[in-house]
């Protein structure tokens, strides 16, 4: 019979097992990989630009931090959504802009301000019914359909009040205002709420159901997914749909956060998408990435904007810096794919020569 000391250490030895267990079915999930990594990159930003300025980890600034980032994670979910199809989605920005504008145009008229993001919100809606359609039915390139939408999208924005920015959407918009931006929950602003239950639905969406498998599926390879009876035009279509809805309510916050609406509302906001999808481990070829990822993208992109900014680093080194993120970012996804393929191909006619 053993010892005391041998069940304990029997014990122990049971419990390190099972850790390793519970790690290896962690990281063996499709895109954890590089989550992990890009987590540990982000703790060290956070180490570096505390140590740079301890006003870095006040409670101000992560306050203001986690609003800065919102924004950016809840673009990133659509973009991400539409990445796994293997296309990309440029209008996100100009969405933007439309629900900007669209919304705060009409607050300004003295329309109710929940019927206003409604209207908003189904225009902006149309646009990725309509990017969904361009790239599934008509087979354009995605880059081409959806810089075609973003030029239509800034169009409409700019023209929704006759080519001017809106005045103030007054107090009457002040309960939108709160709702959206300046309301507090539990000591957390709204913005930051908003973006949690975004993330908390779509990755419930994209890893728990039918809709999301069929996602990974026309992204891994659409040929193959149409063979197994998905409908591919639909599910591209819904990517679409997602990325539009996620850009609308950025642009309800932007007009809560500024108070009027701007033609310029949601400016390169498709680049920062791209950024937050892409650091996160989503890859541009599609089939591969998670919302988890995203929502450490996004962090990393707000962590170095506003950790360059504290650093007195100016608006152009910090575009320069993120800028050469995503180009590495990029092209280790394309690197480690190419990779793999190869692994794969080799494995495969090895097994043959056996035989």
Known sequence: MPSVKGRAEMR??????ESKNVMKRI???RGMGQVVTVTIGLVFLCIIFGFLNPTFFSGRNIGNLLRQIAPILIIGI???YVLITGNIDLSIGSVVGMSAMISATLMTKGMNPWICVVIALIACLMVGFLNGLLVAKCQLPPFIATLGTQTVGRGIAQIANNNYNTNAIGEGANGFRNFFYYGKVLGIYNTVWIALILFLIFDFLLSKTRTGRYLYAVGSNKEAAKLSGVNTMSTVMTAYVVSSFCAAVVGFSVTATAGMG?????????TYAVVASVIGGVSTLGGQGILIGTVVGASIWGVLQNGLQFAGAP?????????????ISVLLDVVIRRGNLIMKRAKVFGGKESL
């Open 12 to 17: 122990w030895r049971m419990e390190s097992k």
């Open 27 to 29: 990281l063996s999930i």
């Open 78 to 80: 659509g973009q991400s």
């Open 262 to 270: 701007s033609m310029d509302a949601g400016n390169m906001y498709e």
């Open 315 to 327: 608006v152009a080194i910090r575009n320069i810096v993120i800028g050469a993120i995503v180009v």
